[in-house]
């Protein structure tokens, strides 16, 4: 079984910091590692998704990487701003349960003005 | 853009009740399942839907029920509700890519 942790639990950061969200799965045979963005009490927002022939991907602030080898994958921020405070999940697909997703915990993201 | 909907969207019921979650997509995508949200414990996946018909379980089937009769639609069955069954139920459609989309959510109260 896919197990996927997220660190740290929680972030509180001022306005402007880049940041560095990590995410590591035990089963690097993975498909697709996803990260989401989830606000208080609303659903899941596709954020990037990396699959497992790609190492990163980009979408404006945004920065993923992907590391299968070393079972690691990280978000970066740039520029963090107030409306980035959300909670932010990764999950990893595993290949020979593929669709399945396996999430971690999040990490709760705090960014004050 | 891909697009998920879920009703109800808040449910508060009393054991034993049967009810009903359901869930649409409106891109024809194969692939669609179901994950309940528990606080300490993250998303798990329920059941799954690889095609019309074709459903299996997931990590915590118990208590639940799907089907899949069509493409565009995949409700979520409590035939006999239970507290432990209290929780954020999600439902998921998984694009050509791999990427997943997620319904808004329902929050569901047993008491």
């Known amino acids: 079984k896919q197990e996927v942790t997220q660190i740290p639990a929680a972030l509180s950061v001022p306005e402007g910091e880049n940041l560095v969200l990590n995410c590591s799965f035990t089963?690097?045979?993975?498909?697709?590692l996803q990260w989401f963005r989830q606000d208080p009490g609303k659903g899941l927002t596709s954020l990037l998704l990396i699959q497992s022939s790609q190492r990163e991907q980009t979408s404006g602030r945004l920065n993923a990487s992907l590391d299968k080898s070393s079972g690691r994958s990280t978000l970066y921020i740039a520029a963090s701003q107030p409306g980035d405070s959300a909670t932010y999940l990764c999950a990893a697909d595993r290949g020979s349960t593929l669709g399945r997703l396996y999430f971690g915990r999040g990490t709760q993201l705090t960014v004050w003005p | 853009e891909a697009q998920v909907t879920q009703n109800p969207r808040y449910l508060i019921t009393v054991t034993g009740k049967k009810l009903t979650v359901t869930c649409s997509q409106n891109?024809?995508?194969?692939?669609m399942s179901w994950y309940r949200q528990d606080p300490g414990l993250g998303l798990r996946q329920i059941y799954y839907s690889m095609n019309v018909e074709v459903t299996d379980k997931g990590d915590v089937p118990e208590g639940y029920k799907v089907s899949r009769k069509e493409k565009r639609n995949f409700p979520l069955i409590l035939e006999s509700p239970s507290p432990n069954q209290t929780s954020l139920y999600f439902c998921?459609?998984?694009?050509?890519?791999?990427?997943?989309?997620f319904g808004p959510g329902t929050r569901l109260t047993v008491l």
């Open positions: 998921a459609i998984r694009g050509v890519r791999g990427e997943q989309f």
């Open positions: 891109m024809n995508h194969e692939y």
């Open positions: 089963d690097s045979a993975i498909y697709n």
